[in-house]
């Protein structure tokens, strides 16, 4: 009898150990995740999945958007900074408003805008439909409008800045006075013409 207790117990424990480490079996992802426009897939740092949630490398994630991770050994925390504001360019006025035109269309929900230099910027996604791209180079390309090419800094699919592009709180704007847009503001609605 002895024999069957320490055997049923041993056993007892071994299933639920087995059972327990069961519940925490991480699975690679096979979808991608992008920062963006940039993917985080790194062979060092997969991205994992336990039971419908999606694991992240903390470093790899903080190195997208553009955070500091600090290893703090006397509190053995690990501290993550951010910089909420990381743009150079100072905006009259920003937020987000209805756009319509008569020559294309937009999407129907507002589109992000900033004033800067007393110009319109417009949210880049905004053009979604008008947009493509190769390796160098974006492309908007409005019906009856002038095609605009914008480059990309070398090595990445983020947008050079400057006159053209701007960014705004990790948005990227582009100015319409460069699509050949000129604005009127009717009843709450920007048009742009």
Same mark, same amino acid.
């Given at each position: 009898?002895?024999?069957?207790? @320490?055997?049923? @117990?041993?056993?007892?424990l071994i299933t639920g150990t087995v059972g327990a480490a069961a519940q925490y079996i991480l699975t690679p992802i096979t979808?991608?995740?992008?920062?963006?426009?940039?993917?985080?897939?790194?062979?060092?740092y997969p991205m994992l999945n336990l039971n419908g949630t999606t694991y992240l490398s903390l470093r790899k994630t903080c190195e997208a958007v553009g955070a500091t991770l600090y290893w703090n050994e006397a509190t053995k925390t690990a501290e993550l900074t951010t910089n909420n504001?990381?743009?150079?360019?100072?905006?009259?006025?920003s937020g987000s408003v209805i756009m319509k035109s008569e020559l294309f269309t937009l999407r129907e929900e507002p589109i992000m805008y900033v004033i800067h230099d007393n110009e319109?910027? @417009?949210?880049?996604s905004?053009?979604?439909?008008?947009?493509?791209?190769?390796?160098?180079?974006?492309? @908007?390309?409005?019906?009856?409008?002038?095609?605009?090419?914008?480059?990309?800094?070398?090595?990445s699919d983020k947008l050079k800045t400057g006159k053209t592009v701007i960014e705004y709180l990790n948005f990227t704007y582009v100015r319409l006075a460069d699509l050949n847009l000129t604005t009127e503001l009717k009843d709450n609605v920007l048009?742009?013409?």
């Open positions: 009898m002895k024999k069957f207790v @320490i055997g049923f @117990i041993l056993g007892s979808y991608d995740i992008t920062v963006n426009g940039k993917s985080l897939k790194d062979e060092q504001n990381t743009s150079s360019v100072e905006v009259t006025s319109y910027y @417009i949210e880049i905004a053009f979604a439909q008008y947009l493509s791209a190769d390796a160098s180079n974006v492309y @908007i390309k409005i019906p009856g409008k002038a095609d605009l090419t914008l480059p990309k800094q070398e090595g048009w742009l013409k």
